[in-house]
Every structure is written in C-alpha cells, then in structure tokens.
C-alpha cells in the first residue's frame, strides 16, 4: 500500500475513534459507490453526517482542511445522494470536515467543521 493511503487509513481510524467518544454511531467507513467513497457516515442526535476525513503528519502541503475543494465535496454530495437512495429513511443531514493534524511524536489535533457547503 502507497504511504499517502496508510497515512489516510491511519487518519481515519483516529477519526472513527473521535466520533465514537463524541457519542456518534459509526455505520460506515469508506463506503463505496463506484468510483465515489466516503470516508465515514455516523449518526448523531437523529442527523446522518456525511464526514470527509483529511490527516496530515506534517505541514509541508497546508493544512489538511485546504485539500477538500469544491471537486471533492461535490463527489461527496453525490455518494450521500447514492447512500440515500438505498436508505431512505434518513431524512436529516449534513457534511462535516474533520482534519487531523499529527506531527510525528505529538498527539493528534482535530479540528471539526460542521455543516459544510462549498
């Protein structure tokens, strides 16, 4: 596996583990449709979140919230459309951003962005 997708899979299992100790329900992790994917879909107080996770070791290409882009959430927007067709009994939702920063040998920083539209 490329560094870049073990460093993604590390960034979302920390994810997993944030929403997990927020109270969130974890129903998917890297949910696929075609080419689309998104990182994690929880629940959380009746709402359904749609979660784009970016992590970054180091500060060399920005800040990980800067790499999603009008592009990316438009791909996001279209999985949740999938993902609500096969479920529709989802009615409330939303699109939350959460990047992690982690320079080697710190503890992770997570920094949430609720209710995003680009």
Do not use: C
Request: no cysteine.
């Amino acid at each position: 596996m490329a560094a870049h997708n073990e460093s993604g899979r590390a960034g979302e299992a920390l994810a997993r583990t944030y929403f997990q100790q927020l109270g969130y329900t974890i129903l998917h992790s890297n949910w696929r449709f075609g080419h689309l994917e998104v990182d994690v879909i929880a629940e959380h107080g009746g709402m359904l979140h749609f979660i784009e996770v970016k992590y970054r070791s180091g500060g060399q290409y920005g800040p990980p919230e800067s790499a999603v882009n009008r592009q990316k959430f438009n791909y996001l927007a279209r999985a949740a459309a999938a993902f609500l067709e096969k479920h529709p009994q989802y009615r409330d939702l939303r699109f939350d951003i959460l990047a992690i920063r982690q320079p080697a040998g710190a503890e992770p920083e997570y920094f949430l962005i609720e209710d995003v539209f680009l």
